[in-house]
Antibody
Framework: QVQLQESGPGLVKPSETLSLTCTVS????????WSWIRQPPGKGLEWIGY???????NYNPSLKSRVTMSIDTSKNQFSLNLSSVTAADTAVYYC????????????WGQGTLVTVSS | QSALTQPASVSGSPGQSITISCTGT?????????VSWYQQHPGKARKLMIY???NRPSGVSDRFSGSKSGNTASLTISGLKAEDEADYYC???????????FGTGTKVSVL
């Protein structure tokens, strides 16, 4: 069974960089697109972007200037960096695997709450 | 990005059938057969229930079925069970640069 687990600080100060890692276990890491998705409290889900196992990326245009994703296939991990955070970036952050068929997510992590506050 | 519209809550008695709607636009739900549905119990990861409008992954009960008409997709749960009480979300591929658009979520209660 494929499992995804987000990890990282639960509290980040304004203007700093939010950094999260997703560790994948129980399945192949290669040949998939790996996404980050977030949900601010009381609001809807927002796709942040994805990274392919080869390292190519695609980001949500609204966040593109602040987002960097990376991947470490040797550790079955991929990461999210979001710079210059504000309170509006407070959200539950999820990692997810896009199905090999494409256009839907077949596995999700449980999510991790990141609060931006001084 | 505009979210897909779902009812906030739907309820039913054990054994009944319920339907959750997911309304979008011709740029997402209506334009592609890439609607998926997810179930989430509190504290648990989202679970894929339906993909590509009406396909069930292996291991998902056939009590769950999906359909689409125009810009609205639907998830039907038949023979409602207590274990079906959860939050349900729809997702669609979109032609916009955001790639995916998500539903607002529906809380299903089993009375």
């Amino acid at each position: 069974q494929v499992q995804l687990q987000e990890s990282g600080p639960g509290l980040v100060k304004p203007s700093e960089t939010l950094s999260l890692t997703c560790t994948v276990s129980g399945g192949s890491f290669n040949s998939y697109y790996w996404s980050w998705i977030r949900q601010p409290p009381g609001k809807g889900l927002e796709w942040i972007g994805y990274i392919y196992y080869s390292g190519s990326t695609n980001y949500n245009p609204s966040l593109k200037s602040r987002v960097t994703m990376s991947i470490d296939t040797s550790k079955n991990q991929f990461s999210l960096n979001l710079s210059s955070v504000t309170a509006a970036d407070t959200a539950v952050y999820y990692c997810a695997r896009e199905s090999m068929l494409g256009n839907y997510f077949d596995y999700w992590g449980q999510g991790t709450l990141v609060t931006v506050s001084s | 990005q505009s979210a897909l519209t779902q009812p906030a809550s739907v309820s039913g008695s054990p054994g009944q059938s319920i339907t959750i709607s997911c309304t979008g636009t011709s740029s997402d739900v209506g334009g592609y057969n890439y609607v998926s549905w997810y179930q989430q119990h509190p504290g648990k990861a989202r679970k894929l229930m339906i993909y590509e409008v009406s396909n069930r992954p292996s291991g998902v009960s056939d009590r769950f079925s999906g359909s689409k008409s125009g810009n609205t997709a639907s998830l039907t749960i038949s023979g409602l069970k207590a274990e079906d009480e959860a939050d349900y979300y729809c997702t669609s591929y979109t032609s916009s640069s955001t790639v995916y658009v998500f539903g607002t979520g529906t809380k299903v209660s089993v009375l």
